[in-house]
């Protein structure tokens, strides 16, 4: 931990915890784990949400990273690998949020029998605004996709042929970095449905606007899925203050519209 981090109430819970946990780890006895897997588009509260699993102390955290025993360059490093730390584990919950690997939720669910799935949703005006402010090069990969080209990476290999027609169809040469950063929001959550995660028990849909106005509430339904006790503390870091932070740019009305009706499509699925 950076020693300047101790004057930060939040992150000095999570290294404490981490602290705590890693201890179990290494010295606790393997029970029966299961895996959650944390899934949709970067800025969509999920950070928010795996500090609030820290703070459980039941649930083992793996955290996407750049290098870790989890992770490398932020993806999943393999499902064996995945699966060895599942199936050494101390904790009842193992929990992971492979972000990039989210066009592979099917296969995350089928590799593990046990495994839940939890996909974050958040209003697409703040996902991109949040994402054209935290990543330099934001929009690289869906232009590159819109123009027919290699080099996307992983965002590349979650377009399905549709998706990818789709998006080369449009006047993607005349779009604002806005515009991009939306249709990143609906190139990956559009996943959602393509992989027909509306018709599967295992997969929960988590209102990023719920979630931070109602924290209790929100959390005590995560804990029931997975099939945990609802600790109070997790909600000790939730705040509502990114709630329409930044003021929109002008979007393009044909990304617009693919926004808008993806999110009515989410809507129908929310109670």
Known sequence: MNPLAIFNAQKRSRYISRMVKSCKQAFGDPV???PIFVLGIQRSGTTMLMFAFHLHPEIAVYDESRDSPSFLDFRLRSLPNTENLVCTSPFPVACFKPLADSHITTQLLEHFPAALCIWALREYSDVANSFLRKFPHATKAIRLVCAGQEGGGWFQEGISEETGQIMR??????FSDYDFACLVWWARNR???EQHLEREKRVFLLNYEKFVTAPEESLQKITDFIGIPFSPQMTRYIHARSISRHSSPQINPLVQELC????ASFNTLQT
């Open 32 to 34: 029966s784990t299961v």
């Open 169 to 174: 169809n449009l006047p993607w040469q005349d």
């Open 191 to 193: 996943l959602f449905f």
């Open 260 to 263: 808008d009706e993806l999110t």
